[in-house]
Structures are given as C-alpha cells and as structure tokens.
Nanobody, 129 residues
Framework: QVQLEESGGGLVQVGGSLRLSCAAS????????MGWFRRAPGKDREFVAA???????????TYDDTVKGRFTISTDVGKNGVELQMNNLKPEDTGVYYC???????????????????WGQGTQVTVSS
C-alpha cells in the first residue's frame, strides 16, 4: 500500500518561509510525478506545484501562477519524496497542504487532481498578517 506522510506545516508571519516535506512508502518516486495541492478555508482544493519526468528531463517542475517565483518544489531521493520551499508567504497561502503521487508511472506533472491517486493526510499552513 502506498502512503504519503507530510511534515513541516505551521504558523508563520507574512513574508516568512516554510518548508514542507513529503515521504512516500510503498512506491518509488523514480517514475511517478509528485506534487502539492492545497485547500484554503471555504474554498475548493487547488493545485500548487508538481514535479516529474517530461521527456529527457527527470525533474520538470510546474507551478500555479499564484505561487510561481515564491515556491520551489524539489525531489528528495533519500526520503523517496518531495519538498516544497515556500518563501514570501501571504495570508492567501493559508490552508491545508496535501502531498500527492501520480496514478501511473511515467505520468507528466500536471495540475489535474484526477492524475493523482495517492494523497497524504495534509499539513496545516497558517500565514498571519
């Protein structure tokens, strides 16, 4: 059974930084796309970032426009997972952040929820103004 375990959430002030980590067990990330979604209070879940193999690029990353330039997703081979470095945080970044892994090997990192069949339990990020 594939499981994802997130860590690193917390409370931070506007302009601060946090680093989220996600470790996968039961499946190697080598051929699977991984990413992050979030759900803000009272809103639908939304895509944040994803990383995976695209053609000859083993770590192609993609971001939602709202976080581009502030967030960076990277793989952590030692932990068989991914990390999300979040800088210059804003109040609208507040929410529960979910780590995800793609449904099939070789999947490109995309923003569609349906691409991902494994979800972590979520970690809370709160940005105070």
């Amino acid at each position: 059974q594939v499981q994802l375990e997130e860590s690193g959430g917390g409370l931070v002030q506007v302009g601060g930084s946090l680093r989220l980590s996600c470790a996968a067990s039961g499946r190697s990330l080598s051929w699977y796309a991984m990413g992050w979604f979030r759900r803000a209070p009272g809103k639908d879940r939304e895509f944040v970032a994803a990383i995976g193999r695209v053609g000859a690029m083993p770590n192609y990353d993609t971001y939602d426009d709202t976080v581009k330039g502030r967030f960076t997703i990277s793989t952590d081979v030692g932990k068989n997972g991914v990390e999300l470095q979040m800088n210059n945080l804003k109040p609208e970044d507040t929410g529960v952040y979910y780590c995800v892994m793609s449904r099939r090997p070789g999947a490109a990192p995309r923003h569609y929820e349906s691409d991902y069949d494994t979800w972590g339990q979520g970690t809370q990020v709160t940005v105070s103004s």
